[in-house]
Each structure stands twice: as C-alpha cells, then as structure tokens.
C-alpha cells in the first residue's frame, strides 16, 4: 500500500541551529504534501501546505522565514526549521494526499532544541 | 472557532465492550470524514473513512456512523481490545475545495484489562 517515509525520526540540535526534515512518498505522487506541528496533548495543528513546483501556502501565524517548505519533487517535501530555539521543540509530521483519496502520514519528527 | 469537535477528551472502557467515539462539526460543506489513531511520538495511522453520501462504513471492529442532519459523527469499535488504547482523532474535509482536512481534538481511549 501507499506509504508516506518521513526522517528522521527523532533529532537533537543546539539553539541557533537550523535542522531539515523530509517526507516521502514512497509508491505514489504527490504534488501536494502537508506539514503539522503537535504539542503534547493537543491536536495536529496544520503549518503549511507545500505544492510541487510553486511556494507553499502557510497558516495564519506560521512564519515562513523560520519554516521553510521545498518541494522540489512529487515524491518530495522537507521542512527546515532555521535557527531552531527551544519553543521549536515539538512532533512534527507530514502527510500526503495518496490513493481512494486517503491521507497518509509520515511517522513523525520529535525535534528537541537545547 | 473549532469546525470539528471532540467534546470527550478521554473515554476509558472495559476490555470486549463497545468503545463509541463522537464528533461534531459545524461546516455543512464538509463531504468526506476520516478517524485516525495515534500513538505517543507516532504518526497518526488511518482507520476508517466515510462520504458523505453513506451513513455507515464498516471494517472489522471499526464501524463509522455519519448524521448529516445533526453533523455528527461516531465511530464504535467492537469489541475493544488494550491495543485501541490511544488517541483517536476525526478529520472533516470539503473536497470539492481540496484537500485541506480539519482535525478534531482528539480523544483519549484506554481499554482496561
């Protein structure tokens, strides 16, 4: 079945640093991937939509510059967090668009900034 | 304002009986409704989808129900087994608008031994 990769799973980084996550799909196009962020015991919250080939299209409140979203391919999306500081810790996970119009998701990114 | 609610945070059940998970959503142009369910530090995992032109949508244990009229949606899960033991989200989508889904919540299930 469809499958959406996300890495790495987990990551560590000092404040000021920027880190990149991706997101694949791996048996199936996507020219449209989204990216989440969750905080603990709340609910996915939608950061930004990242379409192939074009900009993406961010939340209300997302800052573009501090999340940057490159979808170079259709198999393709990552998500850097520049200049990470602590409030940037989080799980943060994609998903894509795949077969019978269901969403798959990657299995997620536990990003702690010392 | 919240387009789709889960008014239950937490829901805890006994291990064989039937686990019913509510949600409510106030956007009538929403057409296609899924459950996921989600482990700590995981991605959430799809369960179960339905559109809007059915009321029911059965696979295995996991049965979606779908009140248009009242905007509601449940999911029963028989019978429970610890393994459910998770969040399960519901997500509401209009498709004709694309496919910007809109989470609820969450609740949490813990099926007791």
């Known amino acids: 079945g469809a499958v959406v990769s996300q890495h790495p799973s987990w990551v560590i980084c000092k404040s000021g640093t920027s880190v990149k996550i991706e997101c694949r799909s791996l048996?199936?196009?996507?020219?449209?991937m989204f990216w989440y962020r969750q905080f603990p015991k709340q609910s996915l919250m939608l950061m930004a939509t990242s379409n192939e080939g074009s900009k993406a299209t961010y939340e209300q409140g997302v800052e573009k510059d501090k999340f940057l979203i490159n979808h170079a391919s259709l198999t393709l999306s990552t998500l850097t967090v520049t200049s990470a500081h602590p409030e940037d810790s989080s799980f943060y996970i994609c998903?894509?668009?795949?077969?019978?119009?269901?969403?798959?998701f990657g299995s997620g990114t536990q990003l702690s900034v010392l | 304002d919240q387009q789709v609610k889960q008014n239950s945070p937490s829901l805890s059940v006994q291990e064989g009986r039937i686990s019913i998970l509510n949600c409510d959503y106030t956007n009538s142009m929403f057409d296609y409704f899924l459950w996921y369910k989600k482990y700590p530090a995981e991605g959430p995992t799809f369960l179960i989808s339905i559109s809007s032109i059915k009321d029911k949508n059965e696979d295995g244990r996991f049965t979606v129900f779908l009140n248009k009229s009242a905007k509601h949606l449940s999911l029963h899960i028989v019978p429970s087994q610890p393994g459910d033991s998770a969040v399960y989200f519901c997500a509401a989508s209009d498709l004709l608008a694309g496919q910007n889904f809109v989470f609820g919540p969450g609740t949490r299930l813990s099926v007791l031994p």
């Open positions: 048996d199936f196009q996507a020219t449209t």
């Open positions: 998903s894509a668009p795949g077969p019978n119009e269901k969403l798959f």
